[in-house]
């Protein structure tokens, strides 16, 4: 089965900053390699699919990119909004792993 | 618009069964994928079944294979997940979820209801 591993954990940035998340899938998964927003008490939100395609109505801010095994997310100007946990996924098989999650503060 | 509205959920003991339901609207339900997707107390997501739009394809995570099965109607355009032989570590909100935004092969999860609570203790 595919692993995800997201990195980091955890992180705190300012209003403005630019914040970028990583996920590695244990073995090679093309692109099919999404991300989704979970707001605090809310029902996950999907972001970007096929690694880099912006779901449509998601502020342009958020990007995806990478191939293979190795993927980012990135938020190029952070907004009290987006204050959230990040959860990368794999798609191309089965099991659909999830990454464990990256959860992003406002410092 | 889609929707998604999961019912079923509540309280069981260990061993015990239920039932899960999802009803959808507002798209071609056949022509669609569908997953259930569970998530513990303050813990991460966890993919458990789908379904391909036929119902002609299943697959499950290992933590529930055996003991969970998935299945659909097209007629009442239902999801259903029917859970057989609960555990403590079972409990969780569990989402249905639609796979898109493409009918195709390999889609990630582009809609998602509001969840259900199921809680196995004793």
Redesign the interface.
């Known amino acids: 089965d595919i692993q995800m591993t997201q990195s980091p954990s955890s992180l705190s940035a300012s209003v403005g900053d630019r914040v970028t998340i990583t996920c590695r899938a244990s073995q090679g998964i093309s692109d099919y390699l999404a991300w989704y927003q979970q707001k605090p008490g809310k029902v996950p939100k999907l972001l970007i699919y096929a690694a880099s395609t912006l779901q449509s109505g998601v502020p342009s801010r958020f990007s995806g990119s990478g191939s293979g095994t190795d993927f980012t997310l990135t938020i190029s100007s952070l907004q009290p909004e987006d204050v959230a946990t990040y959860y990368c996924q794999a798609y191309n098989s089965a099991p659909q792993t999830f990454g464990q999650g990256t959860k992003v503060e406002i410092k | 618009e889609v929707q998604l509205v999961e019912s079923g959920g509540g309280l069981v003991q260990p061993g015990g069964s239920l039932r899960l339901s999802c009803a959808a609207s507002g798209f071609a339900f056949s022509s669609y994928a569908m997953?259930w997707?569970r998530q513990a107390p303050g813990k991460?997501?966890?993919?458990v079944s789908?379904i391909s739009g036929s119902g002609g394809s299943t697959?499950?995570?290992?933590s529930v294979r055996g003991r969970f099965t998935i299945s659909r109607d097209n007629s009442k355009n239902t999801l259903d997940l029917q859970m057989d032989s609960l555990r403590a570590e079972d409990t969780a909100l569990y989402?249905c979820a639609k796979k898109g935004?493409n009918s195709g092969s390999?889609?990630?999860?582009?809609y998602?209801?509001?969840?259900t609570l199921v809680t196995v203790s004793s």
């Open positions: 997953s997707v991460g997501l966890e993919w789908a697959y499950s995570a290992d989402y935004p390999y889609q990630p999860l582009d998602w209801g509001q969840g």
